[in-house]
């Protein structure tokens, strides 16, 4: 499900429709709720709902939009109070509730909690942005799938949407394309405690393209790399990813 993809959300809305018709059709109204961990799009997939309900004419055509019914942002906690907005009128009434976002009280490892973090649901700041880029780079080296998909991205990158740069807003076009060049061979094996080293490099390598100023640290070289790689993870520019073992 893509939020900003019109057949995605219309696709879930018909599926919503016929569960009020089946379902529901013993309710005089429905409250759905939509629920989730930190920043995983709960708002942005309500304001989708909203446009496609509330603005379409007869023919079904969609108008141009108000202001969005949920306040988003990049970072977990935008949302901080229950809120519920008109989503149908016919057959009956239905109403969509958004949520802040719920965490279990106690993450189980290491492993869950960057993954959690990688995704935005825990602040950057928790962890630290150069840690987070350093588990990225590790787990599209490490793991064939996600170096499949890395490589798939970016043979595909010449014919999608360029990916902005967070600082300066430039448009760098090919960002995939970039990591998968940086990485190690596949075939080579890194040591976990040789990972800071080698994926520390690679974020220098990444800032220096930004054509940073001589005089930056290298502290700082990492920094800006560190962030505007987990934007392109984030925006999808590095290709899409599910760190489930499915």
């Known amino acids: 499900l893509v939020s900003h993809n019109p057949a995605s959300v219309n ?23 939509v629920v ?3 920043n995983c799009g709960k708002s942005s997939l309500i304001n ?4 496609i309900t509330q603005h ?26 229950l809120s519920s907005f008109k989503l149908l009128s016919k057959p009956k009434s239905v109403y969509i509730m958004d949520t802040p976002g719920v965490m279990v009280p106690r993450v189980a ?35 064939p799938h996600h170096r499949d998909t890395l490589r798939c991205a970016a043979r595909e990158e010449t014919r999608s949407s360029a990916v902005p740069h967070p600082r300066t807003r430039s448009r760098y076009r090919t960002p995939a394309s970039m990591i998968h060049r940086l990485l190690p061979p596949e075939e080579t094996y890194i040591p976990p405690e040789d990972y800071e080293r080698v ?26 790399a560190s962030k505007a790689l987990l934007q392109w993870y984030r ?12």
């Open 36 to 38: 989730g961990v930190p």
């Open 199 to 224: 994926f520390g490099s690679i974020l220098n390598d990444i800032g220096l393209k930004f054509g940073t100023r001589s005089g930056d640290e290298e502290s700082h070289l990492r920094l800006n």
């Open 109 to 143: 490892d290491l492993e869950t909690g960057l993954r959690l973090a990688i995704t935005g649901s825990v602040k950057d700041s928790v962890v630290g942005e150069e840690k987070l880029a350093q588990y990225l780079l590790a787990m599209l080296h490490t793991h």
């Open 56 to 81: 379409s004419t007869k023919e079904g055509r969609l108008k141009a939009t108000k202001a969005n019914p949920s306040k988003t942002g990049p970072s977990p906690g935008v949302t901080r109070h």
């Open 11 to 33: 696709s879930l809305l018909k599926t919503l429709e016929e569960w009020v018709g089946t379902k529901g059709q013993n309710l005089d109204t429905v409250l759905l709720m």
């Open 235 to 246: 925006n999808s520019g590095l290709g899409r990813y599910t760190w489930d073992d499915i």
């Open 48 to 51: 989708a709902l909203h446009k």
